[in-house]
Nanobody, 120 residues
């Protein structure tokens, strides 16, 4: 089993920046890709950014130009850099990983979620 542990987040004023981290741990696994999602009570979970082996990184149109996703899948860590934050970015942010075990079977794990609040 792969566990994801998130860190970062918190409260910031509009225009500020935050950085989220997500680290994967486990035994004998290989990460295929990781993603960041966010969710508020009013909306369904929204895909924010993805990083996948062999593919370009992707960020949602709603955050393009402000957020970026970086990481090292071989070292099991991914980051979400969030700049020029807006109140509408307020949400619980989750990281997600698709990974394979030694047999090549593919599984999915979720982080515990991190609150990001953007307000005066």
């Amino acid at each position: 089993q792969v566990q994801l542990v998130q860190s970062g987040g918190g409260s910031v004023q509009p225009g500020g920046s935050l950085r989220l981290s997500c680290a994967a741990s486990g035994t004998a696994f290989s990460l295929r890709g990781m993603a960041w999602y966010r969710q508020t009570p009013e909306k369904e979970r929204e895909l924010v950014a993805t990083i996948t082996k062999g593919l370009p990184t992707h960020v949602a149109d709603s955050v393009k130009g402000r957020f970026s996703v970086t990481g090292d899948l071989d070292n099991h860590v991914v980051f979400l850099e969030m700049n020029s934050l807006k109140p509408e970015d307020t949400a619980v942010y989750f990281c997600d990983a698709h990974w394979s075990d030694y047999r090549g079977d593919i599984f999915r794990s979720w982080g515990q979620g991190t609150q990001v609040t953007v307000s005066w």
